[in-house]
Nanobody, 123 residues
């Protein structure tokens, strides 16, 4: 039994901030990186950020670098994405995924996905 649940999405004005969460159940995720992806209407799903299982390495897509921060709380089995200086183009459904071999360019494989949380940024 594995489950990923995103939460914290909502409506925010441009320039504002939002923190979304990815809570994982089960204890079978050792060895997986945790990544955030997003999908806007009419666009393909794109990589946003990742925190690697090995060490504390983090990587970000160029479009969010300097504005978003990914972090984790191991005791709570939760990964967070802090989003600052939000722009209307950040509007999308945000998904977390357990992935492998991730970098700033994305992940080679993503095996487990949550249901997503909607983030809407108004102009």
């Amino acid at each position: 039994q594995v489950q990923l649940v995103e939460s914290g999405g909502g409506l925010v004005q441009a320039g504002g901030s939002l923190r979304i969460s990815c809570a994982a159940s089960g204890r079978t995720f050792r060895g997986y990186d945790t990544a955030w992806f997003r999908e806007a209407p009419g666009k393909e799903r794109e990589f946003v950020a990742v925190i690697r299982w090995s060490g504390s390495n983090t990587y970000y897509a160029e479009s969010v670098k300097g504005r978003f921060t990914i972090s984790r709380d191991n005791a709570k089995n939760t990964v967070y994405l802090q989003m600052n200086s939000l722009k209307p183009e950040d509007t999308a459904v945000y998904y977390c995924a357990k992935s492998s071999e991730c970098s700033e360019y994305g992940c080679s494989r993503s095996n487990y996905w949550g249901q997503g949380t909607q983030v809407t940024v108004s102009s």
